[in-house]
């Protein structure tokens, strides 16, 4: 039977006629020229709790430090995050909906939460104190960078610094800031609402307009705009900023329009957003609630965007540049939901994830298939087949190309309800209505031959098929073979 492998940007144009192709909870790998197809889905890893909070709340902050501790903010409370999964008490601040934001220089830890006020951690004792200096005008975001705390005064241009290396007792004395390390972007007034640090750079993203500055030491303000480098692109979320290595990612929004997602290439931005993706974003209700992060596991990493008003998180594998929907299903909807993440930090060894709903923490394992003890559910819809000279096809056959007999439960258990099914549904109207899921058997524990089938598929002129599975089983999916042909020779 010939092979329908799965190939193209899912995602990728925003009408149905153009591109049908889904993929949930699965990402893209490129494989070897000697493999048998071109690429493999595997599936996005399970969780298990870590830690949990002395009282569920929203999760505002995940952060691990310069020297491998752990905070975490739930609600008004501000959490060290001990290794055998203690959540211990650190301090409290003021319980608002805004995310958020620490950073470390190996002596004390800073927060901000968008508003004129800040506090500090003494990274040494775990005291908790507010920042008192009357030139700290409180931040949205603040970054760490040679020797200094970097913030944006909210609502403002501008931007300042604190003095190289300050401690705890320095910024609980009101002695941590000078009142002239003020600078503002100098290209355009709009307000700068994100900072990211890439290679010592100082990236300052405004409302519309972004400037990228750099360190000089000059005795008048230690940073200094780059020359010659100035982009016409700034950010409609600014909890979308995100960045990896040498690349940052954000939700841009310019004088032109808004909701394409960028990343920053040398001193300049390009798209990695599809038109589809784009097309979704303005449906929402809000973008600008949007909350990006970078995670990594085994050797895959991945920008995640999450839409906390939309209900919705999207994810972009960084080397194929292939999105997915990493997404929780809901057993009393029948429906997905965001992904639980709303912050992450690799720390203990583990790639964590904090509940935004309850403020726990998890930690991601390839080895599971479930989501804090839920099954996840897998997602795979295929390219248009379309019959030649649009005519109607006859499907005799399909087959699921998919690694089989990875189920925990062994041959012979007498729980049939155990038993690992994949489904397949398809689509005759270009992927606008699916008929109902038929299950067969993906194989009990080491039945590696098990062969998923379907026979007497029925005909059409424009099919689309569509591949769902449940946990407890890891496996990959290479495509489908099916066999079929034109209603008329």
Same mark, same amino acid.
């Given at each position: ?169 320095? @910024? *609980?004395? !009101?002695?941590? $800031? ?8 100098? %290209?355009?007034? &709009?307000?700068?609402? /994100? ?122 594998? @960084? *080397?194929? !540049?292939?999105? $997915? ?8 909807? %029948?429906?997905? &939901?965001?992904?639980? /993440? ?148």
């Amino acid at each position: 039977m010939p092979a329908v492998n799965l190939l193209g940007q899912p995602y990728a144009g925003k009408s149905l006629i153009a591109s049908a192709q889904q993929s949930i909870n699965l990402y893209a790998e490129v494989n070897d020229k000697t493999a048998p197809v071109p690429i493999t889905y595997y599936q996005f890893p399970g969780c298990e709790q870590q830690a949990a909070p002395l009282t569920p709340g929203i999760n505002r902050c995940l952060y691990r430090t310069s020297i491998g501790t752990v905070y975490s903010v739930v609600g008004p409370t501000v959490y060290l995050v001990q290794s055998n999964g203690n959540m211990v008490f650190v301090g409290s601040i003021p319980d608002r909906a805004s995310i958020v934001y620490m950073a470390d220089n190996g002596l004390a830890v800073v927060l901000v939460d968008g508003s004129s006020m800040g506090w500090a951690i003494d990274m040494a004792t775990n005291a908790f104190g507010q920042i008192i200096d009357p030139s700290f005008y409180g931040a949205d975001q603040v970054r760490f960078l040679d020797t200094f705390f970097v913030f944006n005064r909210p609502d403002t241009n501008q931007f300042y610094i604190s003095l190289s290396m300050v401690d705890f007792a320095l @910024l *609980t004395a !009101g002695t941590s $800031f000078d009142p002239l390390d003020i600078a503002a972007k100098s %290209g355009s007034a &709009d307000p700068i609402v /994100a900072i990211l640090v890439i290679q010592k750079n100082l990236w300052l993203i405004g409302e519309l307009t972004t400037e990228p500055w750099i360190g000089t030491g000059a005795a008048d303000f230690y940073f200094q705009q780059i020359q010659g480098t100035f982009i016409n692109h700034g950010c409609i979320a600014p909890y979308s900023a995100a960045t990896t290595d040498v690349i940052g990612f954000w939700l841009m929004q310019d004088l032109q329009g808004k909701n394409i997602i960028i990343r920053t290439k040398g001193y300049d931005v390009e798209e990695v957003s599809t038109p589809y993706l784009v097309s979704q974003f303005n449906t929402y209700e809000t973008t600008s609630d949007a909350i990006g992060m970078m995670l990594q596991t085994e050797d895959h990493a991945f920008y995640i965007l999450a839409f906390p008003t939309a209900n919705i998180t999207w994810a972009m594998e @960084l *080397t194929t !540049g292939y999105w $997915f929907q990493l997404a929780k299903w809901n057993l009393d909807t %029948g429906e997905f &939901d965001r992904y639980r /993440a709303n912050g992450v930090a690799f720390g203990f060894g583990f790639n964590l994830i904090s509940d935004y709903s309850t403020g726990k923490i998890y930690k991601l394992n390839p080895s599971l298939a479930t989501d804090g003890g839920d099954n996840m559910r897998f997602v795979r819809r295929f390219i248009h087949m379309v019959g030649p000279e649009f005519q109607r096809v006859i499907y005799k056959n399909a087959s699921a190309n998919i690694e089989p007999g990875t189920s925990l439960k062994p041959v012979g258990s007498e729980d049939d309800n155990d038993e690992p099914i994949i489904f397949l549904r398809w689509s005759d109207d270009r992927g606008r209505n699916f008929n109902t899921p038929i299950g067969q058997s993906l194989g009990r524990q080491s039945e590696f031959l098990t062969d998923p089938q379907w026979n007497r598929l029925g005909m059409a002129r424009d099919r689309v098929f569509e591949l769902s599975w449940s946990g407890p089983v890891i496996t990959a999916l290479n495509g489908a073979f099916v066999e079929a042909q034109p209603l008329r020779t």
